[in-house]
């Protein structure tokens, strides 16, 4: 009975670390704060993220690229700066020149601004799924949460706190933990 017990507790141990280690990985693979954070804008301009910033929007894809367009490019208002939310593009996987003659002129006829990545530099470790959009929520310059967000509607939702039918395309998958 002591060895199935001892066993058990091996098993059970191995286990947490295991946890343990995978929610390590992921936490990293999201800043946990945003207060060095530091790029141009899609019109060559520096931006930092400010203090009273409550969300970034990550997109490590064309198809994030598309969602954050069909949510907020079309918008009547300024839905985006209304809400202290910036968008981070990792530009890295593009070859510089389809960055600079396609990427680029398109993004700067957007009515918001996208902070670039585009050596890779800052973004590389941040996670996304395809056709998706990370939103990060913030503290000050704190990662409180983040989330994996799949649709027009649940990223306005999430970005305005507005109702919208049919957006449980939600899927929250990290919540960062305060630091002692």
């Known amino acids: 009975m002591r060895k199935n017990t001892n066993l058990r507790h091996k098993v059970v141990t191995a286990a947490v670390v295991g946890v343990m280690s995978c929610t390590a990985v992921m936490l990293h693979a999201t800043p946990e704060e945003t207060d060095n954070i530091r790029m141009r804008d899609q019109h060559n301009m520096p931006v930092a993220i400010p203090q009273n910033a ?26 985006l700066g209304d809400n202290d939310a910036y968008v981070v593009a990792n ?3 593009e070859p510089t020149e389809l960055v600079h003659r396609y990427t680029l002129p398109k993004l700067k006829e957007l009515p918001y601004q996208v902070l670039l990545d585009t050596t890779g530099a800052q973004t590389d470790s941040w996670t996304h799924e395809p056709g998706a959009v990370r939103l990060l929520r913030l ?5 409180t949460s983040v989330e994996t967000i799949a649709s027009p509607e649940a990223l306005l939702q999430a970005v305005t706190g507005a109702t919208a039918a049919g957006a449980p395309d939600v899927e929250t998958t990290e919540s960062a933990t305060t630091k002692d």
């Open 54 to 79: 409550q969300y970034l929007l990550y997109v490590g894809d064309m198809e994030g690229k598309n969602l954050i367009s069909q949510t907020f490019a079309d918008a009547e208002q300024d839905v």
């Open 91 to 93: 530009l890295s996987d």
């Open 139 to 143: 503290n000050g310059h704190q990662v």
